[in-house]
Every structure is written in structure tokens, then in C-alpha cells.
């Protein structure tokens, strides 16, 4: 499937970057949220998703990998390890993983890595560049914990995609949306997927 992606090659853009990786744990619904909400936000997406992806993917949702480079600004193979996000050269804000599957976080936090989505991951990280992991397992193990202990330590955020309640999410896209948006938080990109505690809910907020 991974050789089938239509793959454009990226511009030289003023448009700030960012890499969006999705692979095979549950919640592709999560990456397809991502990539709606960046272009909503004016940011150029890199996309690559790994062949469980693509499996769990059409699984999920009604979204075909066929559909990606309509969502996407640049699609590329996962196996395309000369793709521009191989190189730290290439200038971007950083990556998120949406859902990283603990495969995927043990490959990133052992710095050898077997295809471009954590190869990209890897550069991100020896660049000094944000890394957001929405890893998605439950319950976790000893080794996975570990793994999540050193990908911290080397400069990855951790963030597994749990709910805020206190938002009152009334649909599965209410509690998508909030997870995602609180994602794009920590790149500082404004968004408004979320309720905000003090401001639309909870004290001093709206109701």
C-alpha cells in the first residue's frame, strides 16, 4: 500500500511546517484531525503513515489513504527514506505522531529506526525540534513506560490522548477536537478545538 501513495514533492514555502505521522494503534481518527485542523490553522502538513496505518485506517474511518493528499500538503511513502523530512536540513516546527503506536515509540526511543516516520521522528529530535508522541495502548507495561521515560528525556512530549471532561464533550469529535487542539497548543498554534478552563468552562468561564 506504501508504494501507491501519491506523493508530491514539497515547495519552498514562507508557510510554517509541520510533520504529521500516523501508524497503526487505534485512533487514526486522531491524525485525520490533526490534518484538518493544521490546514484550518494556514500550516503546510508533511504526512507519512505507516503501512498498519493504512490498515487501521481503513478500519476506523471512512477516510481512504487514496483521499490523503486532499488533506495533506505533502504525502510521502514510508518506505521513501531520500523524502525531504528524512534530512534534518529540511526546516520544519517539529512532528506530531497521532496515534504512535508503542512499536513506533520503542523505534523512536532507541534512535534505530526502520522507516521514514521514525527516521523523520529521530531527525526532528537530534534538531532540537518539538516532538508531540500521542501514544495510544492501554494499560502500559514496564518496557513501555521506560520507553516513555526516555523519549522525555530526550525532548519528545508525551501525550497520550485522553479526554478532558470538564469540557462537557457531547460527541466522539468533542473529545477528539479537544485532544488535537491541546496538541497544537504546544507548537503555539492558535486554534479553537478547545474549551478552555477559566475562559468557556469552569470558573470565570462561560457555561
Known sequence: ???QANTRKAKETNAPRIIVGITGASGAIYGLAALKALRAAGVETHLVVSRSGQITMAHETETKFSDLPALADVVYRVDDIAAAISSGSFQTMGMI???CSVRSLAEIASGVTS???T????????ERRKLILM???TPFHLGHLRSMTQVTEMGAI????VPAFYARPATL???VNHSVGRALDLFGINNDLVRRWGES???GGGR
Open 173 to 175: 469529535d468533542d473529545m
Open 115 to 117: 522507516s521514514l516516520l
Open 1 to 3: 500500500m506504501g508504494n
Open 158 to 161: 508525551v501525550m497520550p490522548p
Open 135 to 137: 501514544v495510544r495502548e
Open 201 to 203: 468552562v469552569g470558573i
Open 97 to 99: 505522531i497521532a496515534p
Open 119 to 126: 527516521r523523520a521522528a529521530d531527525v526532528v529530535l537530534k
